[in-house]
C-alpha cells in the first residue's frame, strides 16, 4: 500500500513537471521564464513570446540569407518569435518601412544589418521612444544614440588580412618590383568599407609609398575605389575599364594583384579578367575577397581567386542571441570591444567574432569539416 502511493506520488510530480515544461535545458531568454525588460510596451507574460525583429539588407547577396537564417534558427529554438525581413536587393525606404512595421507590430529588441549605415534616423528614433534595445548586425548603424550594442566580425582584422595576404604573395618584402594592383571595395554606406579598406590600405600603402606597389590607374581613394551595392556587375564594369586603360592582360601590361574588399566585388572583377583581358588559373593576378561565398569558392578551386576570409556566420548569430538574451533580461551582454565603434553618439560596445583567412590550403579544414558547406556545394 505504502509502494503504491508512493509510485502515485513520483506519477503526480513527473505530470506536473512535464506541464510546467521544466528542467528541458530551457534558456534564459524562453518565454515563460522570462521576466524581465522586455522592452517595447509589450508586457512579458508566460503566454505571449517575446519577438525579435530581425531586419537584413537584401536578398541577393548569399552572406545575408545565411545571416538571415541561422539568426531565425536559433533565435526559434530559444523560444522567441521571429519577424524576419529583407529588404529586397538593398532598397532603403523598404528597409525603413519594415522596421517601422517591426516597431508597431510588437517587437521587443531589433537586429538591424543596416543597408545604408546612415539612412535609419527615423525608425531608430521610434524605437528609442518605444524604449526598444537595437543591437547593430555586423554594420554600425551611424549617429543615432538608439543603438544598444553592435555584434560582428573584427573588420579591421579582415582588411589587414586581405593586405598581408598580398604582401606575403608578391613577397614585398624581399622583392623590389615594382607590382602592378588595383585596388576595389565595398559600397561607400556601408560602415565596415571605412574599416575594411582602411586596414588594408594600412598594410599596402607603405609599399605604394616605396614605389614595391604601383597602381596604375591613381585610383587610391575610398571613393574612387568603391563599388556601390557591393554589386558585381558594378565591379565587373570598372575592372573591364581599367583593363581597356591600361591594357591589362597576359600579353599586355602586367597586372600582379587585385585588392577585393568581399567576394561578390571578387566575382566582377574575376569575370573581367576572364572574360575581358583573358587571363587563366596560370596567370591570374593575386585577387582577395571575403565570405568564403559558394560562388568564390569555385572560382578559389579553379585558381580564379586566390583567398577569401571565412566568416562563420553561425558564429554571429550566437553571439548576437546571447545579446538578445541579455538585453531582455535586463543583464549586461558580453562585449569584447569597447573602443574602436564610436558611431557618432559615443562608443559602441561591440561584440567582435574572429575573421579567418581562407585559402585552397585550409578551405577544407575551415568549410567542409566544420560543416558550413557540404563539399558537393562547391563542386
Ligand atoms: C559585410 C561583408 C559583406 C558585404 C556585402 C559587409 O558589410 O561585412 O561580409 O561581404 O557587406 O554584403
Known amino acids: ?34 521576466t524581465a525588460q522586455t522592452g517595447g510596451d509589450e508586457p512579458a507574460n508566460s503566454d505571449a ?22 539568426l531565425k534558427k536559433q533565435l526559434e529554438e530559444k523560444g522567441y518569435e521571429v519577424d524576419l525581413q529583407y529588404a529586397g536587393d538593398n532598397e532603403i525606404p523598404m528597409q525603413v518601412q519594415q522596421l517601422e512595421n517591426m516597431i508597431t507590430g510588437g517587437c521587443n529588441v531589433l537586429v538591424v544589418a543596416a543597408i545604408d549605415s546612415n539612412q535609419l534616423g ?8 518605444k524604449k526598444i534595445p537595437v543591437i547593430a548586425y555586423d554594420r554600425l548603424i551611424m549617429n543615432s544614440d538608439a543603438v544598444s550594442y553592435y555584434a560582428s566580425f573584427d573588420n579591421t582584422k579582415v582588411g589587414e588580412a586581405q593586405g598581408q595576404f598580398i604582401v606575403d604573395a ?14 576595389f571595395t565595398g559600397d561607400p554606406a556601408d560602415n565596415n568599407v571605412n574599416f575594411f579598406f582602411g586596414g588594408a590600405m594600412s598594410v599596402l600603402q607603405p609599399y605604394i609609398d616605396n614605389g614595391v606597389l604601383k597602381v596604375p ?18 565591379s565587373q564594369a570598372r575592372m573591364e575599364n581599367l583593363i581597356s586603360a591600361q591594357g591589362y592582360g597576359p600579353s599586355g601590361t602586367k597586372l600582379d ?65 546571447k545579446m538578445v538574451d541579455a538585453v531582455l533580461q535586463g543583464n549586461t551582454p558580453e ?7 564610436d558611431n557618432g553618439t559615443g562608443i559602441i560596445p561591440s561584440y567582435l567574432c574572429d575573421p579567418i583567412p581562407c585559402t585552397i590550403d585550409n578551405y577544407k579544414e575551415l568549410l567542409i569539416d566544420s560543416g558550413y558547406y557540404q563539399e558537393s556545394e562547391l563542386q
Do not use: H
Not at 562585449?335 to 565603434?341: A, L, P, S, V
Open 335 to 341: 562585449t569584447n570591444n569597447n573602443e574602436d565603434y
Open 170 to 183: 608578391l613577397k614585398l618584402d624581399t622583392e623590389k618590383g615594382p607590382f602592378n594592383i588595383e585596388l
Open 1 to 34: 500500500m505504502k509502494k503504491l502511493s508512493l509510485l502515485a506520488l513520483v506519477i503526480v510530480l513527473v505530470f506536473s513537471m512535464a506541464a510546467c515544461g521544466g528542467g528541458s535545458g530551457s534558456d534564459s531568454g524562453d518565454q515563460g521564464t522570462n
Open 49 to 70: 513570446k517575446l519577438k525579435v525583429g530581425v531586419s537584413m539588407p537584401t536578398k541577393s547577396l548569399q552572406r545575408w540569407n545565411q545571416d538571415g537564417d541561422n
Open 257 to 321: 594583384a587585385v585588392l577585393s574588399s568581399n567576394d561578390s566585388v571578387a566575382q566582377g572583377i574575376t569575370n573581367a579578367l576572364v572574360g575581358t583581358a583573358g587571363y587563366t588559373k596560370d596567370d591570374f593576378p593575386i585577387l582577395t575577397g571575403q565570405d568564403c561565398d559558394v560562388a568564390s569558392m569555385k572560382n578559389m578551386l579553379k585558381g580564379l581567386q586566390a583567398m577569401s576570409i571565412f566568416k562563420d556566420t553561425r558564429q554571429l548569430a550566437e553571439q548576437t542571441v
Open 122 to 129: 527615423s525608425p531608430m528614433e521610434q524605437a528609442k521612444e
Open 217 to 234: 590607374s591613381g585610383q587610391t581613394e575610398k571613393a574612387q575605389c568603391s563599388t556601390e551595392g557591393w554589386n558585381t556587375e558594378k
